[in-house]
């Protein structure tokens, strides 16, 4: 099955920095890789995803790269702000019916002002 | 306003007692799904349903009940058989009118359940 590895566990950046979050997957057949936000208090929010059709994306601050060829994808945030501050989330699964999702250990990064 | 409900936020239960979380969508989503997170590790899927009256078992289901008797709602039930049952449970759903978007899974904010 999906064995899906996320580093680092803890990331600390200043404030304008770029954080990187790198998450590696073992299923040649995962075919969407969605990145989820966790506050305190809080549920997971959808905040970037990618197909295995496409290679980048962005929205504003935030991009996620895939490499299907080394089974790795990565989450970028420029320009980071304290209100970044959360638990990160990285996935792979399979599209259609299913839609199971395997998720990785998750990273907490924090933004210091 | 659209979206995932869970209740309650916070959940005691004495050990050896069942107890039953809610979660309830009105996305008009086909799939509902159940997500246990434990400090330092991933979600880990406990049941899901792709439709109405029919659910499977995921990675940790043993302790573990649910039900889907409407589309909009996919209850919980951590029974006494659970033997660590105090995490942070995760519902989510999934699956709309387009087919480009049933694998997004969009979540609720969870219920916190201690086992005291």
């Known amino acids: 099955g999906e064995n899906v590895e996320q580093h680092p566990s803890t990331l600390s950046v200043q404030e304008g920095d770029s954080a990187v979050i790198k998450c590696t997957y073992s299923?040649?057949?995962?075919?969407?890789f969605p990145w989820y936000k966790q506050e305190l208090g809080k549920g997971s929010q959808l905040i970037i995803d990618?197909?295995?059709?496409?290679g980048e994306k962005k929205d504003q601050r935030i991009a996620v790269t895939l490499n299907k060829t080394a089974k790795h994808f990565s989450l970028h945030i420029t320009e980071t702000q304290p209100e970044d501050s959360a638990v990160y989330f990285c996935?792979?699964?399979?599209?259609?019916?299913?839609?199971?999702?395997?998720f990785g250990k998750g990273t907490k990064l924090s933004v210091k002002p | 306003d659209g979206g995932i409900t869970q209740s309650p936020k916070y959940l005691f239960r004495k050990e050896g007692q069942n107890v039953t979380l809610s979660c309830e969508q009105n996305?008009?989503?086909?799939?509902m799904y159940w997500y246990r997170q434990d400090p330092g590790q991933g979600l880990r899927l406990i049941y899901y349903?792709?439709?109405?009256?029919?659910?499977q078992k995921g990675d940790i289901a043993e302790g573990y009940s649910v039900s889907r008797e409407k589309k909009e709602s996919f209850p919980l039930t951590v029974t006494s058989a659970q033997k660590n049952p105090t995490a942070f449970y995760l519902c989510?759903?999934?699956?709309?009118?387009?087919?480009?978007?049933?694998?997004?899974?969009?979540f609720g904010p969870g219920t916190r359940l201690t086992v005291l």
């Open positions: 989510a759903s999934s699956g709309g009118a387009s087919l480009t978007s049933t694998d997004t899974q969009y």
């Open positions: 996935a792979a699964g399979r599209g259609g019916s299913q839609g199971n999702l395997i």
């Open positions: 990618i197909r295995s059709n496409v």
């Open positions: 349903s792709q439709i109405v009256n029919d659910f």
């Open positions: 299923d040649s057949a995962s075919n969407y």
């Open positions: 996305l008009n989503h086909d799939a």
